[in-house]
């Protein structure tokens, strides 16, 4: 079944991988060489890398901008994508390999973007296992090759960037008033083990608890009070933390009266309060209506984008789902296209249905 494009808006789809070739064949080479111990990370692309049924259809896939990405959005009636470098990106290589790869995988996504301009645009990936460096292709990401954001595939290596020495990265994406998009991985190898024996490390929780964990600790430890201005978006409908809220702000406070952990300090804002000035949220994977009504309640409908989390979690009768929603037209409008449209500044354009 073929869902016809909207004519009162485009349908702009905000967490859709996409992979480099030459980066899977580095992942190959880097396996085969004993170069990456994170078990998560074997996890992952030992499977996806591998011969069954699906992991071939999901490189096939995921490698394409062409012909099968454009006729499954043409199915579904999305007019447009927003491509980011699949989970890890380069964050897991050994940083003289991911500094020059990131250059590489960019220039290559950004002639995919330049082949198919009304259908894509691209964010910027990074090595942020050397900050100084992630924040120069950041700039060249944006100045230069015309990208509208940044995909950080979460931890670099089982480093967290709430440390100081990642705050590099905020601020020049702050500078460029350019979002961060904080897609999960697997947890990081000292929390992986009770996830994989359990085979839960990945989408089916493993990341979820990953990211939230990661964009909760870039709360609490200060970074959107450094960078008020920084704009972050998080998926999977703000991997469980807008649910937590009210708790969240409860328990931060009564640790910081306690004292009781020296990463605990005071910050200008409730943690909630953060999730409503600094992060947007997208649905990707997530296209269920109690759970889709609830984060618009929490945190607004102004905060929550679409996302239709190709190829990994994708069906064409999600987009229908959404559709579904007891929204207004106008409503409608800002979830599939407005937001997106504002918080990465992309290039207003007419539906394609219309």
């Not at 330049?114 to 691209?122: E, N, V």
């Not at 929490?298 to 994708?314: C, E, H, I, N, T």
């Amino acid at each position: 079944m073929t869902l016809e494009f909207s004519p009162h808006y485009r349908r702009i789809a905000t967490e859709e991988a996409w992979a480099s070739p030459r980066m899977l064949d580095v992942y190959r080479r880097e396996l085969e060489g004993g170069h990456i111990d994170d078990p998560g990370f074997h996890s992952l692309w030992g499977y996806y890398l591998g011969s069954t049924e699906r992991a071939s259809t999901l490189i096939e896939r995921i490698v394409d901008t062409d012909d099968g990405r454009l006729a499954a959005m043409d199915a579904a009636g999305v007019d447009q994508m927003v491509l980011a470098t699949t989970a890890p990106g380069v964050q897991a290589l050994r940083p003289e390999v991911a500094v020059p790869l990131a250059r590489e995988i960019n220039d290559e996504l950004a002639d995919a973007v330049a082949a198919h301009p009304d259908r894509y645009d691209g964010l910027t990936a990074i090595a942020p296992q050397d900050p100084d460096a992630a924040a120069d292709e950041i700039r060249r990401g944006h100045d230069a090759l015309g990208f509208r954001g940044v995909i950080l595939n979460s931890h670099a290596r089982g480093e967290y960037l709430d440390d100081l020495r990642f705050d590099p990265i905020f601020a020049a994406a702050e500078e460029l008033d350019t979002p961060i998009y904080l897609h999960p991985t697997t947890p990081i190898p000292r929390l992986a083990e009770p996830f994989i024996e359990a085979g839960l490390d990945g989408a089916i929780y493993g990341f979820s608890v990953e990211a939230g964990l990661h964009l909760l600790r870039l709360i609490t430890s200060g970074v959107f009070d450094r960078h008020p201005k920084l704009k972050l978006v998080v998926g999977h409908l703000g991997e469980a933390l807008p649910f937590w809220m009210w708790r969240l702000d409860f328990m931060h406070a009564t640790s910081v009266r306690s004292q009781r952990y020296d990463a605990i300090k005071p910050l200008e804002l409730p943690i909630s309060g953060y999730l409503k000035r600094n992060i947007w949220i997208t649905t990707s994977g997530m296209p269920w209506h109690p759970a889709v009504n609830f984060v618009r309640e929490a945190v607004g409908l102004d905060r929550l984008m679409f996302a239709w989390d190709y190829p990994y979690q994708w069906r064409p009768d999600e987009v229908e789902t959404f559709e579904a929603l007891d929204w207004s037209v106008d409503d409608k409008r800002r979830f599939f296209q407005m937001t997106a449209e504002d918080v990465f500044g992309l290039t207003p354009r007419a539906p394609r249905g219309a």
